[in-house]
């Protein structure tokens, strides 16, 4: 069921994504060489805490963290271990908190140290492809015109785009509809509309395949040829002034 939310709930999303936003900056900055997805788990928990917020991941159909750490391979939904971050690593983090009972999910890759100029572009592409298709929430258009735009962009690059996972409404829960798929399905879907608030966040391998599995620890989603990956995303939402991006 599609939800409309009110101006004065966009707001409270704005002061709740304004946090998570900052509170995901902090986190990019100590993913540094010898650092582990653990302790930034633990500074996400903390952070969120301080904010007066709750983690809206934690225990949420069983997973046991505040934050998805992804490693290289890892796609989305990677659990925080004691692997240190090591020079050229991509780690993706992604954030979810509730505040004031409205819930908002950022995330970002960020790559450890010196990173080389093919994952530098895979970073560069995905965040790209997540301005983009931001660029195409117009009240009246559609959803499906957010995957056709990514997919257009990333096309040449030869990267394959996960098909498996897509964005989501956000708002009164963690997930709901409607389904944001990063391609296009080859017809028009739901329209936009005043009060609409997403979650699009395109997932990028740069091997050229888009298929995933699951890892042996039932959670972590990996490329399924175990090519890089990249991982993007923001909340906004749709008014008659313009997106909102509520987590910048």
Known sequence: MLDKKTPEEIQILREGGKILGQILRQLAEDV???????????KAEELIKQAGAMPSFKNYQGFPDALCVSINEAVVHGIPNDRPFVEGDLVGIDIGIKYKGLYTDTAMTVGVGKIDKKAQQLLEVTKKSLDIAIDQLKIGAYIS?????????????????????AGHGVGRQVHEDPSIPNYYLGKKSVKIYDGMVIAIEPMLIMGGDWRIKTASNKWDVISKDGSLTAHFEHSIAITENGPIILTE
Do not use: F, H, M, S
């Not at 540094?32 to 633990?42: E, P």
């Not at 990514?150 to 394959?160: A, L, M, Q, S």
């Open 32 to 42: 540094t060489v010898g650092n582990t997805g653990k302790n930034l788990n633990a």
């Open 145 to 165: 015109d957010i995957g056709q735009a990514i997919e257009k962009y990333v096309k040449p690059y030869g990267y394959g785009i996960v098909r498996d996972l």
